[in-house]
C-alpha cells in the first residue's frame, strides 16, 4: 500500500491519466430487450448495466401508494466483479445500503405522481468493478430510465473525487479509492444541485469544498457525454420511424389512384 | 413491514408554514438542538445518551478471542444496533429496514473505518501459537495469537427524532468510559489481572468522531438540525455529517432526497463543525465529572 | 426536434405544457427524451420507447390476470392493469340485458386467467386506471391464432385497426402494441349478430387451421418481429408488402430469422417506395 504513488512526479496518475481525467466513458442504451428501459454504462473497467421495468401493475399490494409510483431497487453484484472472487448474501448490508441510496436519489427526480398505485422496478447489476461502484451505479439507472421514456426532471449524474495531498483527482480506480480520501456526488446538472454525496474517509473541512466542487463540475460534463448517447439512440429511432412513416404515406397516395 | 402513521396534513402545513418563518413547534430556532445529556452506568461502558426524548443506551463488553486470519496484529469490533418496537411502533424486530441499515452503515463507518479505535493496540499477542501451562490464583492466562474483541451494543430505547446522533454520541462515550482488564506480556505470554489486581485502562483512541443531521423541511427545504421524529417523517432529505473535534470530516452522507445547492452543503458542514465542538466539549465535561466521582482503582 | 429530460424547450408564457413536459421558473422543461410535437399553443414531448399510455376509443389487445368480484383485471402493457367489469362485456342471451347474480357467479366461464381479448378503452375514472369494454361483436375474446408484443409507439391510431392481409391472415393491431395475428375468418362467418351464440364466443378451442395457413401465421409475425427490432411502425400495408418479398424470395417462415435476411427485407422493404 505504501509503495503506491498516487501521483508521480510528472503529475500522472498510477493509470496515466492526469489529475483531472476521466476514464475513458462509454455507454450503451436498450441493451436488454425484454426490459422497457435498460442501459450498460462502463468507466474505465467498470461495468455496470441497469434494466427498468415499469411503470406496471404493482406486484406488491400492501406497499402501493394511492398517490404515487413505488420505486424498487434490487442491486446484485457478480461474484467475479471485484478482484476476489467473492460472492454477497442476499441480505449484504453494503448491497442493501448502496439500494437505498440509488432509491433515496431518484425517487424525487422521476415524476412518480404521474403513476399513482404502479410499481417501477429497477434492477442494478454490477459486472465489474474497478472503483466508482455508485457513480456508475446511478449513472447507468439514468440512462436505463430514459431509455424506459419514464419522465424525469433531469438527468442524475455522478462522478467521484479524491485528494492527494492538495491536488484534487477525478474518476478514482479502486486502488486510487482505497487509498485516497473520496467523495462520490450526484448532480441534477440543469440546476446545479446536489442530490447525493457520500464521504467515508476522514478529510479536513477546509480540502473538503475544493474537492467537492470539482466532482460537481465533472458531473456535469458526464451529463453531456450521456446526453450524446441518449441524442444519438433517439435520432435513430426517429429515423427508422420517420422512414417507415414516409413510406406509409406515399404508398397510401398510390393506393388512391 | 408495520408503516408508521403519517402526520395528518394540517400537521403537515403548520410546521411547514411555521419553518418558513423560522419557526419550530418545539420553540427553537432551525439550526438548535435539544438538550443533550450523558448519563453513566455502575459498570464501565454503559452509557445513555438522550437527545430531548430520544434515547439510546449504548454498552461495551471485551472478551478475549483469536483475530481475523488477514489480521493478525488487530484487534476486532462488532456493532450491535437493533431496533426494537420499544423505540416506536414502526420498528419491527428481526429483519432490518431500510433505514436501520443505512444508521447502523453509517455508525460503522464512523467508528470504524475512521479509525476512531486504535484496533492494533487491542491486540494482545501476536506471536505464534504456545502453550505453557501456568497457574495462579486470580489471574487468566492467554496464549498464542489473542486480541481483544469489543461488543459494543446500541439499544434503541425511545425514538422521538434523530437517533443517530444519538447512538453516535452514547458510542463514543461508551469507548471512552470503558475500561479494559489490563495485561502483561512477558515473552510469549500474557497475563490478565483481574480489576482488583490492577486499575483497568482505558481504550485507545484516535480521535472522536460525532454525527450531525440535518433535514430538508418545507417548500423552501429549509436545512434543519437536531430533527424531531415529526420533521423526520415530513422531511424531503437527510444529510448526516460526522466529524470530530480537530474539524476533520469522517463519513458526509447525503443520500438522495431533494436536491440542495452545493453552498448549502458547504453551510451545514460548517455549522456542523461548531456543534461537534459543542457536543464534545459536553463529552468532556460528562466523562471528567464522572471520573471524579467514580472509584476505578483499588489498592 | 429531439429534446432529453432536463432541456428547457420554451417560454411557459407564450405555451402550454402537454405530455412529457413540465413547467420550472416560466419555462416548460421536457421530461423525456424523444420528439418535440406543437399542436397550437400545446408543447408536448413524445418518447420514442416507453409503454402504452391509453387514451378513450383506443383498440387494445390484453390478457387476463385477475379474476375479481365483478370484474377482470387485464394486461394491457400499461402502468397498471386495466379493468373490464362485468357490465362491460356481452353475456349470453341477448346483447342487452340486466347482469344477473349468476353472470357474477361464472365469471370465469366467460374470461379466465390468462385469455385473450380485444377491447376498446372507454372514459375512465379519475385515477387513470383505463377501463375496458367488449359490448361488440367484433371485441372479445381471441382464439385461432398468436399474440406478438411490440413497442406501443410502432402502432399509429388509424381508422381501423382490424385488418385482413391478403395472404389469409387477420391481423388485430392493438394500440398498446399487442398484435394478434389469426386465421382469416369471413365476414359471413362471424358468430352471428342474431342469436348470440356464447359458446362460440367465449369458446376455448380453436379451429380447424390448415399447414398453409399457420405457416401464413408464423411468416407474418416473424416480419412483426423484425420490423419491430428496426422500430418500423407497422401498418397493414407494409406487411402485406413485406410478406410478398418474402414469398418472392420463397422465404420459409424459419429463414426469416436469421439477422441478415431481416436486416435485408427492411431495407428492400422500406426503399421499395
Known amino acids: 500500500m505504501s509503495r503506491f504513488e498516487p501521483l508521480n512526479a510528472g503529475n500522472l496518475r498510477s493509470d496515466g491519466r492526469r489529475p483531472l481525467e476521466l476514464r475513458s466513458f462509454s455507454a450503451e442504451l436498450t441493451t436488454h430487450p425484454s426490459a422497457d428501459g435498460s442501459a450498460s454504462v462502463s468507466h474505465g473497467l467498470t461495468q455496470v448495466t441497469a434494466c427498468v421495468y415499469g411503470p406496471r401493475e404493482a406486484k406488491n399490494r400492501a406497499q402501493t401508494m394511492h398517490d404515487?409510483?413505488?420505486?424498487?431497487?434490487?442491486?446484485?453484484?457478480?461474484?467475479?466483479?471485484g478482484e476476489v472472487r467473492r460472492q454477497r448474501t442476499k441480505g449484504d448490508r453494503r448491497t442493501a445500503e448502496f439500494a437505498a441510496s440509488v432509491k433515496a436519489t431518484f425517487e424525487p427526480v422521476i415524476q412518480t405522481t404521474l403513476y399513482p398505485r404502479s410499481e417501477i422496478d429497477i434492477h442494478i447489476h454490477v459486472l465489474q468493478l474497478?472503483?466508482?461502484?455508485?457513480?456508475?451505479?446511478?449513472?447507468?439507472?439514468?440512462?436505463?430510465?430514459?431509455?424506459?421514456?419514464?419522465?424525469?426532471?433531469?438527468?442524475?449524474?455522478?462522478?467521484?473525487?479524491?485528494?492527494?495531498?492538495?491536488?484534487?483527482?477525478?474518476?478514482?480506480?479502486n486502488l486510487e479509492e482505497s487509498d485516497l480520501p473520496s467523495v462520490t456526488v450526484a448532480v441534477l446538472p440543469r440546476s446545479g444541485k446536489v442530490t447525493?454525496?457520500?464521504?467515508?474517509?476522514?478529510?479536513?473541512?477546509?480540502?473538503?469544498?475544493?474537492?467537492?466542487?470539482?466532482?460537481?463540475?465533472?458531473?456535469?460534463?458526464?451529463?453531456?457525454?450521456?446526453?450524446?448517447?441518449?441524442?444519438?439512440?433517439?435520432?435513430?429511432?426517429?429515423?427508422?420511424?420517420?422512414?417507415?412513416?414516409?413510406?406509409?404515406?406515399?404508398?397510401?397516395?398510390?393506393?388512391?389512384? | 413491514m408495520p408503516r408508521d402513521v403519517e402526520p395528518s396534513i394540517n400537521q403537515r402545513d403548520f410546521i411547514f408554514s411555521a419553518i418558513q418563518q423560522g419557526l419550530r413547534v418545539d420553540g427553537r430556532s432551525p439550526l438548535q438542538a435539544r438538550k443533550t445529556t450523558i448519563r453513566f452506568g455502575n459498570s464501565l461502558g454503559w452509557v445513555e445518551c438522550s437527545i430531548g426524548e430520544t434515547r439510546v443506551v449504548a454498552q461495551i463488553s471485551a472478551t478475549v478471542t483469536r483475530p481475523y486470519f488477514d489480521r493478525p496484529f488487530e484487534g476486532i469490533i462488532v456493532i450491535h444496533t437493533e431496533f426494537s418496537p420499544m423505540a416506536s411502533s414502526a420498528y419491527e424486530t428481526g429483519r432490518p429496514s431500510e433505514e436501520e441499515i443505512t444508521m447502523a452503515r453509517i455508525l460503522e463507518k464512523t467508528i470504524r473505518r475512521s479509525e476512531a479505535l486504535d484496533r492494533e493496540a487491542l491486540c494482545i499477542l501476536a506471536g505464534q501459537k504456545v502453550s505453557v501451562p501456568h497457574r495462579e490464583?486470580?489471574?487468566?492466562?492467554?496464549?498464542?495469537?489473542?486480541?481483544?474483541?469489543?461488543?459494543?451494543?446500541?439499544?434503541?430505547?425511545?425514538?422521538?427524532?434523530?437517533?443517530?446522533?444519538?447512538?453516535?454520541?452514547a458510542a463514543m462515550a461508551a469507548l471512552r468510559h470503558f475500561r479494559k482488564p489490563e495485561v502483561e506480556v512477558v515473552g510469549d505470554e500474557a497475563t490478565m489481572f483481574s480489576p482488583e489486581e490492577r486499575a483497568p485502562v482505558p481504550l485507545a483512541l484516535h480521535h472522536q468522531p460525532l454525527c450531525v443531521s440535518f433535514v430538508s423541511l418545507g417548500p423552501r427545504n429549509t436545512p434543519v438540525m437536531d430533527p424531531s421524529r415529526l420533521e423526520e417523517q415530513l422531511a424531503h432529505g437527510k444529510m448526516t455529517i460526522s466529524l470530530n473535534a480537530q474539524k476533520e470530516i469522517c463519513v458526509l452522507q447525503k443520500a438522495g432526497g431533494v436536491a440542495l445547492p452545493a453552498d448549502e452543503v458547504l453551510h451545514a458542514v460548517n455549522?456542523?463543525?461548531s456543534r461537534v465542538r459543542d457536543m464534545s466539549d459536553l463529552l468532556n465535561r460528562s466523562l471528567e465529572e464522572d471520573s471524579r466521582t467514580r472509584v476505578i482503582e483499588v489498592r | 426536434m429531439l429534446t432529453s429530460p432536463g432541456e428547457v424547450i420554451t417560454s411557459a408564457m407564450e405555451f402550454m405544457r402537454g405530455h412529457g413536459t413540465f413547467v420550472e421558473d416560466g419555462s416548460v422543461v421536457a421530461s423525456l427524451s424523444g420528439t418535440i410535437e406543437r399542436v397550437n399553443k400545446l408543447v408536448s414531448v413524445r418518447a420514442l420507447q416507453t409503454r402504452?399510455?391509453?387514451?378513450?376509443?383506443?383498440?387494445?389487445?390484453?390478457?387476463?390476470t385477475e379474476v375479481q368480484a365483478a370484474r377482470w383485471k387485464v394486461d394491457v402493457n400499461s402502468h397498471q392493469d386495466a379493468i373490464l367489469r362485468l357490465s362491460s362485456v356481452n353475456l349470453p342471451g341477448g346483447v342487452q340485458r340486466r347482469k344477473l347474480e349468476s353472470d357474477e357467479l361464472e365469471m370465469r366461464k366467460?374470461?379466465?386467467?390468462?385469455?385473450?381479448?380485444?377491447?376498446?378503452?372507454?372514459?375512465?375514472?379519475?385515477?387513470?386506471?383505463?377501463?375496458?369494454?367488449?359490448?361488440?361483436?367484433?371485441?372479445?375474446?381471441?382464439?385461432?391464432?398468436?399474440?406478438?408484443?411490440?413497442?406501443?409507439?410502432?402502432?399509429?391510431?388509424?381508422?381501423?385497426?382490424?385488418?385482413?392481409?391478403?395472404?389469409?391472415?387477420?391481423?388485430?393491431?392493438?394500440?398498446?402494441?399487442?398484435?394478434?395475428?389469426?386465421?382469416?375468418?369471413?365476414?359471413n362467418e362471424r358468430e352471428g349478430e342474431e342469436g348470440f351464440d356464447a359458446e362460440a364466443v367465449y369458446s376455448n378451442k380453436n379451429d380447424d387451421i390448415d399447414l398453409e395457413?399457420?405457416?401464413?401465421?408464423?411468416?407474418?409475425?416473424?416480419?412483426?418481429s423484425i420490423f419491430a427490432r428496426h422500430s418500423v411502425p407497422l401498418t397493414d400495408t407494409i406487411l402485406a408488402k413485406a410478406y410478398d418479398w418474402a414469398v418472392q424470395q420463397e422465404l420459409s417462415p424459419k429463414d426469416l430469422l436469421r439477422t441478415e435476411t431481416g436486416d435485408n427485407m427492411v431495407e428492400m422493404v422500406t426503399a421499395l417506395a
Open chain 3, 52 to 64: 402504452y399510455h391509453g387514451e378513450v376509443g383506443d383498440l387494445v389487445v390484453g390478457r387476463i
Open chain 1, 68 to 81: 404515487r409510483a413505488l420505486v424498487n431497487i434490487e442491486v446484485e453484484v457478480a461474484p467475479w466483479a
Open chain 3, 213 to 224: 395457413t399457420r405457416a401464413a401465421i408464423s411468416r407474418v409475425s416473424n416480419l412483426i
Open chain 2, 271 to 273: 455549522v456542523a463543525v
Open chain 2, 137 to 169: 490464583t486470580n489471574t487468566k492466562i492467554v496464549r498464542g495469537q489473542q486480541v481483544w474483541t469489543l461488543r459494543l451494543t446500541i439499544q434503541f430505547l425511545a425514538d422521538e427524532g434523530n437517533l443517530l446522533d444519538c447512538a453516535c454520541m
Open chain 3, 110 to 187: 366467460f374470461f379466465e386467467e390468462g385469455d385473450l381479448l380485444v377491447a376498446e378503452v372507454q372514459p375512465m375514472h379519475g385515477d387513470g386506471v383505463l377501463s375496458l369494454h367488449t359490448r361488440s361483436l367484433k371485441y372479445g375474446k381471441l382464439r385461432n391464432g398468436q399474440l406478438i408484443s411490440v413497442s406501443p409507439v410502432l402502432i399509429r391510431r388509424r381508422s381501423t385497426h382490424f385488418c385482413t392481409l391478403p395472404c389469409g391472415v387477420d391481423l388485430i393491431l392493438g394500440m398498446n402494441g399487442y398484435i394478434w395475428i389469426a386465421k382469416h375468418v369471413a365476414e
Open chain 1, 196 to 257: 447525493l454525496v457520500s464521504m467515508e474517509t476522514r478529510l479536513h473541512v477546509d480540502r473538503f469544498e475544493e474537492m467537492f466542487k470539482l466532482a460537481m463540475e465533472g458531473g456535469k460534463v458526464l451529463r453531456g457525454e450521456m446526453d450524446k448517447v441518449v441524442r444519438e439512440r433517439t435520432k435513430v429511432l426517429a429515423r427508422q420511424m420517420e422512414g417507415g412513416a414516409a413510406q406509409d404515406e406515399d404508398r397510401m397516395e398510390t393506393d388512391d389512384l
Open chain 1, 130 to 173: 474497478d472503483g466508482g461502484l455508485l457513480q456508475a451505479g446511478i449513472n447507468a439507472t439514468t440512462l436505463a430510465l430514459v431509455d424506459a421514456g419514464i419522465p424525469m426532471l433531469d438527468y442524475v449524474s455522478s462522478l467521484s473525487a479524491g485528494l492527494y495531498h492538495t491536488t484534487a483527482m477525478l474518476d478514482l480506480t
